[in-house]
């Protein structure tokens, strides 16, 4: 079962990823509206955008693609994530997903059936481990913040993905299909 994803697309961004790829995907709360968050991704003097959002009707907006550096977890303060990477700045080796709402937002059905099948897809598309080292909350890399939320599991959203998950095949290739 596949999403249609709409590309939004946002000038607020990096061309590739330096000597890294995506490694884990960080999970975020807009904390707005999803046309709100395409308006706020499209403006140059906001300097933030994610990879993608995801309404609560379950619709599914792209901002950067996965080959480039979306500026969406760039902080890091008092990190709690076990892969950080000590120096290294986490957008280059993440994939980040926004979710309309805000904190004490209660996720649809929709939201979380949309997350799940695009966080399965970019898991299988780079190789990613489908688990909760892989698949983060914001605030496990800035601490000052309570992003994604305080209502969202993660442990559902994995467990969801997991339903869609096929693991890929061992290559000698480091080419992935985006």
Known sequence: MATEIKWIGSPNRTIGRG???PEAVVIHIM???LHGTDTWFKT???KVS???GVGKNGEVHQYVDELNTAWHAGRVVNPTWALIKKGV???LYTVGIEHEGHANSKWTDEMYNASALLISAICQRWGIILDR???V???EIYAPKTCPGLVVSLDKLILLASLNYQAPEPSDSNTFVV
């Open 19 to 21: 000597n890294y790829r």
């Open 137 to 139: 909350g914001h605030h």
């Open 50 to 52: 994610a990879h993608y």
């Open 44 to 46: 140059p003097a906001s």
């Open 133 to 135: 080292n892989h698949i």
């Open 31 to 33: 904390e707005g509206t």
């Open 89 to 91: 700045n986490p957008n």
